[in-house]
């Protein structure tokens, strides 16, 4: 499908050097009219909490069995599970994409308070309140990622550097494709396994066991998305699991349904963002 048949238009870019310590991605979203798909658009969890703001009218957000209209502007930490969103009018969202540990740069003193959450951002302070009202006065795209961008640097400069440990921790986690055993990982940066589950708990908002498995799963999806797949037993093998049963869970953990069912729910929310996706024979379906 192409993206145009949505009628919807997305810009991304990284953000400048000094704030890519806690920022992976900005991000831009727009639609003119209600995107009409075929169900709702499948968010799965990837360990990166995320900045949103609409500036249009906001998602209707189910998860977990409940549903709701998303804030105006709103932090959501670490997802475990999935959400799905549907949208109720013209759609214009502007985001930041963080790193696992960048909800210490909104001032979180406990990352776990926001896993799984929308925290309002006028609950934050005054540079929550001030993302909320200087982005959604913006005009165009560019200028409203530009005022994001500028307001969470100014709040860069004033951070310390308290989640070093947890930094080193993600990068060789993500580094293995989260198949690096916890305890080898604490042993390789000189700290126990409790004290690096407490870190990141403390910086993240879940454990580095459950940070492993997203982007063990998240490898996996990546590399579903770009080539096609002969066989899910060998790319299950490929990527760190035990065998087809042990990635069936995290199928069922991650997106609620079966690899075949979180195929046709992304093939639609890739070609909203002009992405293509490989397709194979899914998991139990041969």
Not at 262 to 269: G, I, V
Request: net charge neutral; hydrophobic share 35%.
């Amino acid at each position: 499908m192409r993206p145009d048949r949505f009628n919807t238009d997305y810009l991304a870019r990284p953000p400048r050097s000094e704030l890519s310590r806690w920022v992976e991605e900005l991000w831009c979203f727009e639609a003119k009219a209600s995107i009409r798909t075929a169900g709702a658009l499948l968010v799965v969890p990837d360990g990166r909490p995320e900045v949103i703001v609409h500036y249009r009218t906001p998602f209707i957000r189910t998860q977990a069995g409940n549903t709701a209209e998303d804030p105006s502007a709103f932090v959501f930490g670490q997802l475990t599970e999935p959400i799905e969103l549907a949208s109720q009018g013209p759609v214009g969202v502007v985001g930041a994409r963080l790193r696992p540990e960048g909800l210490h740069l909104l001032g979180f003193g406990n990352a776990s308070e926001a896993t799984n959450q929308a925290v309002a951002l006028g609950d934050l302070g005054e540079l929550g309140k001030s993302i909320s009202g200087r982005v959604r006065k913006a005009s165009g795209r560019s200028e409203r990622l530009s005022v994001l961008e500028s307001l969470l640097l100014r709040r860069a400069e004033n951070v310390g550097n308290r989640a070093s440990l947890v930094s080193a921790a993600v990068a060789r986690i993500r580094g293995t494709g989260g198949r690096e055993r916890v305890e080898n990982t604490a042993t390789s940066l000189g700290v126990s396994r409790r004290h690096l589950e407490r870190q990141f708990q403390t910086y993240v908002g879940i454990g580095p066991k459950s940070f492993a498995r997203l982007e063990r799963f998240g490898h996996l999806l990546q590399a579903t998305f770009e080539q096609e797949v002969s066989s899910w037993v060998d790319l299950a093998l490929d990527h760190g699991y035990y065998d087809q049963s042990h990635l069936w869970r995290d199928f069922q953990s991650f997106a609620g349904r079966s690899a075949s069912g979180l195929q046709e729910a992304n093939t639609q929310l890739l070609a909203l963002f002009g992405q293509s996706y490989g397709s194979a024979q899914a998991p139990g379906e041969s």
